[in-house]
């Protein structure tokens, strides 16, 4: 099992432009999420998902876009990136019943 | 008020020492607790879950207070290896599984 990747590791942006963070899980998992963390601080979330077809927001929302088409997908997309949105982007998933989060590597992403 | 509130550290400790880091919460509703490890530019992984009767795991230690919202990690006899940011994870919705995290806090073990 690879568990949970994510794509791409690092990405830098201008100003204005978009694009989409992908997160894959192998593990079967129901609940997915994403957060973000900035420099010494901890994960916040952004946006969770229970379930294909289901997305809910979370603490930071603004700004982003998710989807989750696939069960096994979680899409994070940022439609208009800002200096504010530079970040390490990591997923997670999660099994129902369980109270493990397993994470994947991390998206750096920056924003000029 | 931080919903998840860690000792700021950093702490510096030589090997061999005992470690103890601190955590509140502050929403007495919350369900489940967890101490997580993350290495330098790496992902969070997790160290333990937190119960009431307190839980041990070889050199550490994690207990829950949840009349004072309080739970805290004990760390004996400290290795190099031990040298992370350790977070406080906190949920308040067993059901859809999401978490509060710690802003953390750095243990770097010293020869």
């Known amino acids: 099992n690879a568990g949970v990747t994510q794509t791409p590791k690092f990405r830098v942006l201008k100003t204005g432009q978009s694009m989409t963070l992908l997160c894959a899980q192998d593990?079967?998992?129901?609940?997915m999420y994403w957060y973000r963390q900035d420099p010494g601080m901890g994960l916040r979330l952004i946006h969770y998902?229970?379930?294909?077809?289901?997305?809910a927001k979370g603490e930071v929302p603004d700004g982003y876009n998710v989807s989750r088409l696939k069960k096994q997908n979680f899409l994070l997309g940022l439609e208009s990136a800002a200096p504010s949105q530079t970040s390490v982007y990591f997923c997670?998933?999660?099994?129902?019943?369980?109270?493990?989060?397993?994470f994947g590597p991390g998206t750096r992403l920056t924003v000029t | 008020r931080k919903e998840v509130e860690q000792d700021p550290g950093p702490f510096n400790v030589p090997e061999g020492a005992t470690v103890a880091f601190n955590c509140t919460y502050s929403?007495?509703?919350?369900?489940?607790f967890f101490w997580y490890r993350q290495d330098c530019r790496k992902e969070p992984k997790l160290l333990m879950s937190?119960?009431?009767s307190g839980n041990e795991d070889g050199r550490f230690t994690a207990q829950l207070n949840r009349a004072s919202q309080y739970i805290s990690l004990l760390i004996r006899d400290s290795k190099l290896s031990d040298s992370a940011t350790y977070l406080c994870?906190?949920?308040?919705?067993?059901?859809?599984?999401?978490?509060?995290f710690g802003d953390g806090t750095t243990l770097t073990v010293k020869p």
């Open positions: 997670a998933s999660l099994a129902g019943g369980s109270r493990e989060q397993y």
């Open positions: 593990m079967n998992h129901e609940y």
């Open positions: 998902s229970v379930g294909e077809g289901t997305t």
């Open positions: 929403n007495s509703a919350s369900q489940s």
């Open positions: 937190v119960y009431s």
């Open positions: 994870v906190v949920n308040f919705n067993t059901n859809a599984g999401k978490s509060t």
